[in-house]
C-alpha cells in the first residue's frame, strides 16, 4: 500500500467515513483500469458512504426505541385478519399522523396481531427518522410512580414526551391504580395534540373506567387520545393458536367480538 493511500485512508477515518475507508482501494483500483471518469468515481464512493451512514442510524435508532422484537407491515400476513382494512394501515404507514400529532389505538383480544402492527408501524417511523420509544403500560406506570416518588416527575415526563411516536403496549391487562392513573393522564395531556401515540389494549374503550379504576380520569384520557384518532378494532382469532388449529391440535375458536 503506498504512503498515499494510508494517508488517505487515515483521513478517511478521522473525518469517520469508515465505509469510505474500506472501499477507497478497491474503488481506486477499478477506476484506473476502467478509465472512469473522476465524477463517477466519487460519486458511487459517496452513494456506498451515504447507505451506510443511512443504514447505520436506522439500525441505532431501533436499539434506542426498544421495540420487543422487529417485525414489519410486510410480514404481516392481511388475509389472515380481514377485519383489519389494509388501506388504514397504509395511510397510517405513511407517517402523516405522526406528523399530525395524533393517535392510533389497536383494540382486540389476544394475538390478532395487536404488538406485531404497533411494532410495524414504529419501524416505519423510525425508517423514516421520527423518534421513537416504545413500552408497556405496566413498566410505563411503575416508572412514572417510582419518578413521582423521588420527585423526579417532571424529568420523567419530559422523557416520555421527547419522542415523536410513543408506542404504549398492553393497556388493560393489569387494572391501574387511581395515582398511575392520574400519572398517566398527565402524560396523555402533555402529548396531546403535540406527539402520536400507538396504543394496544386488549379491552375495548366502555371497559376503560375499569382499567383505571376512575370514570372521570377514563373519561378525560379518553377525551384527548381519541380526539384526534385512529381505532383499529380488531375482530378475528389469535394467530398465535393458528398452527395449532392447523395441525388439529385445537379447535378454531369462536372469534371474539369486542
Ligand atoms: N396477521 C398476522 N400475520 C403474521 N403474523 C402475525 C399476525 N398476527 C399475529 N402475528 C404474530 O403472532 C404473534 C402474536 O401477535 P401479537 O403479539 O401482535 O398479538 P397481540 O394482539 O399483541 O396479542 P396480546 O394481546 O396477547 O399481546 C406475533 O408473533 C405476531 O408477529
Ligand atoms: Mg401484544
Redesign the pocket.
Known sequence: MSAQITRIQENLKALKLFKTHELVESFLEEASKNNQPYSDFLDQLLKQEVVAKKEKNIAMRTCLAKFP?V?TLE????D??PSIDKKRIKELATCRFIDNGENVI?L??????????AVALGIKAVTEGYRTYFTQAMPLIASLSKAYAENRIEERLKFYCQPKLLII??IG?IPIDRHGAHLFFQLVSRRYERGALIL?S?RSFSQWNEIFGDPVIATAILDRMLHHSTTIN?KGN???LKEKVKAGLIRQPEVTQS
Open positions: 422484537f417485525k410480514s404481516f400476513d392481511f389472515f385478519q389497536f382486540g383480544p389476544p394475538g390478532v396481531g395487536k404488538t406485531h402492527l403496549d398492553e391487562y394496544t386488549n380488531i389469535s394467530y398465535r
